[in-house]
């Protein structure tokens, strides 16, 4: 089985990255936030992905991750009923794996459904059977990982300007991080910069 790859970027798309590692070309399926990270690395610089590998009878897909994290949360989704590689790449591409984490471990089904593709009673499945297993990734995340109230005022107003909820908190979360002590006003027009 394939833990990671390490090559240059050939051609990504939003939805999968080309890697040439060793003169051998690797098809990756990626979410959202994994395209934007290999985006954000440019250039010839090796990028490294964790890697899933699924078998099924028809043949092999690799599922690519930035972080171990975004990996582990992608294999307890796959758990869940109803839900396969596919499906769990968009879930993971319409919500940064902090913020999903934390919407697992706080029961938010509401927000779930926020996603494409997430019914409520997916999003209910998705709570029942990933709550427990999701605390141990909780534990691993960065303090400040879940957007507090103000923050989720910021998502908010950036999604009804028409921005994905995944690219609007990663814009508040760089917006906050450069702006610590900005007024919402302040945070809203850096946050908009980022994006």
Same mark, same amino acid.
């Given at each position: 089985m394939i833990g990671f790859l390490q090559g %240059?970027?050939?051609?990504?798309?939003?939805? %999968?990255?080309?890697?040439d590692v060793g003169g051998v070309g690797y098809e990756v399926h990626v979410s959202l936030s994994t395209y934007s990270e290999i985006e954000r690395a440019g250039g010839d610089r090796p990028v490294r992905l964790f890697v899933y590998t699924h078998l099924w009878s028809d043949g092999i897909a690799l599922y690519g991750f930035w972080t171990e994290i975004e990996k582990r949360l992608f294999e307890r989704l796959i758990t869940v #009923?109803?839900?396969? @590689?596919? =499906?769990? *790449?968009?879930? =993971? #591409?319409?919500?940064?794996?902090?913020? =999903?984490?934390?919407? +697992?471990?706080?029961?938010?089904?509401?927000?779930l459904t926020t996603i494409p593709g997430v019914g409520k009673k997916s999003?209910?499945?998705?709570?029942?059977? +990933?709550?427990?297993?999701?605390?141990e990734l909780a534990a691993e995340l960065p303090e400040a990982a879940?957007?507090?109230?103000?923050?989720?005022? /910021?998502? #908010?107003?950036?999604?009804? =300007?028409?921005?994905? @909820?995944?690219?609007?908190? %990663? &814009?508040? *979360?760089?917006?906050?991080?450069?702006? @610590?002590d900005a007024q919402?006003?302040?945070? /809203?027009?850096? &946050? /908009?910069?980022?994006?």
């Amino acid at each position: 089985m394939i833990g990671f790859l390490q090559g %240059r970027v050939i051609r990504v798309l939003p939805d %999968r990255a080309l890697l040439d590692v060793g003169g051998v070309g690797y098809e990756v399926h990626v979410s959202l936030s994994t395209y934007s990270e290999i985006e954000r690395a440019g250039g010839d610089r090796p990028v490294r992905l964790f890697v899933y590998t699924h078998l099924w009878s028809d043949g092999i897909a690799l599922y690519g991750f930035w972080t171990e994290i975004e990996k582990r949360l992608f294999e307890r989704l796959i758990t869940v #009923s109803g839900i396969g @590689p596919r =499906l769990a *790449r968009v879930i =993971l #591409s319409g919500m940064p794996p902090e913020a =999903l984490v934390a919407t +697992l471990a706080a029961g938010d089904a509401s927000r779930l459904t926020t996603i494409p593709g997430v019914g409520k009673k997916s999003a209910e499945r998705m709570i029942v059977e +990933l709550k427990d297993k999701v605390a141990e990734l909780a534990a691993e995340l960065p303090e400040a990982a879940a957007p507090g109230e103000g923050e989720a005022d /910021l998502v #908010s107003a950036l999604v009804n =300007l028409g921005y994905k @909820p995944a690219r609007a908190e %990663r &814009a508040v *979360r760089e917006a906050r991080a450069e702006l @610590p002590d900005a007024q919402f006003h302040e945070i /809203l027009r850096a &946050a /908009l910069k980022h994006i």
